[in-house]
């Protein structure tokens, strides 16, 4: 099953608004990814926070991160209409002994009005 | 450079038809990954291939096959396509370590009739 699980699974706010997103996950973690995709195209890479780090920023991006509860929120401020597009965790399984098992979640999509 | 590059970018295919998808990454990368991404389901991993020459199952590998021909290339084949295999596929590739991004392909969006 999916290691993520993003929360909401759908966001409607106003452009300069403020847009919240959570991450859920189940195991251990040596990190934890943000990608964003547009409709219609590949994820982009937006943010890697590690499991030692409780915050990070990067722009209008806010991610933190919450080991004991096993979750991550992504913050985006002042939100334009183009960050309109849906936004994935994703972690990597430090327990797979070295395998590679980059893993996502549902994912959010975000809508912002003009 | 490219980045990831995955062939085609549409395909319709009849039932009980075989097709491979390719994907080449240029950036050296060791890890390389196959998703499949349906409506409200998100990223499915399909297979994935730390380094050339090794092969593992993600979670949804009934169905396909795969080969890493060499560091640059992972290709996903489908024996014998479903109407359940009708979804977009992409490709992706990173370092071995997990510590740093994954680079995505831009898709290919397969359907079966």
């Known amino acids: 099953s999916q290691q993520g699980e993003e929360d909401p699974q759908a966001l409607s706010i106003q452009e300069g608004e403020n847009a919240t997103m959570n991450c859920s996950y189940k195991?251990?973690?040596?990190?934890l990814q943000w990608y964003r995709q547009n409709s219609g195209r590949g994820l982009v890479h937006l943010i890697l926070?590690?499991?030692?780090?409780r915050e990070k920023h990067s722009g209008r991006l806010r991610v933190t991160l919450d080991t004991s509860k096993k979750s991550s929120s992504l913050l985006i401020t002042a939100s334009r209409a183009a960050d309109t597009a849906s936004y994935f965790c994703?972690?990597?399984?430090?327990?797979?002994?070295?395998?590679?098992?980059?893993?996502f979640g549902k994912g959010t999509k975000l809508t912002v009005n003009p | 450079n490219a980045g990831v590059t995955q062939t085609p970018k549409f395909q319709v295919l009849k039932t009980g038809q075989s097709m491979t998808l390719q994907c080449a990454q240029d950036m050296n990368h060791n890890s390389m990954y196959w998703y499949r991404q349906d409506p409200g389901m998100g990223l499915r991993l399909i297979y994935y291939?730390?380094?050339?020459?090794?092969?593992d199952k993600g979670e949804v590998p009934n169905g396909y096959n795969v080969s890493r021909l060499n560091k640059r290339e992972f290709s996903l084949r489908l024996e014998s396509a479903a109407p359940s295999q009708t979804s977009v596929y992409f490709c992706?590739?990173?370092?071995?370590?997990?510590?740093?991004?994954?680079?995505f392909g831009q898709g290919t969006r397969l359907t079966v009739v």
């Open positions: 992706a590739s990173s370092f071995l370590d997990g510590n740093t991004e994954a680079f």
């Open positions: 291939s730390a380094s050339e020459g090794t092969t």
């Open positions: 195991t251990s973690i040596n990190n």
């Open positions: 994703a972690t990597v399984d430090p327990t797979q002994g070295g395998s590679e098992k980059l893993v």
């Open positions: 926070i590690r499991s030692n780090e």
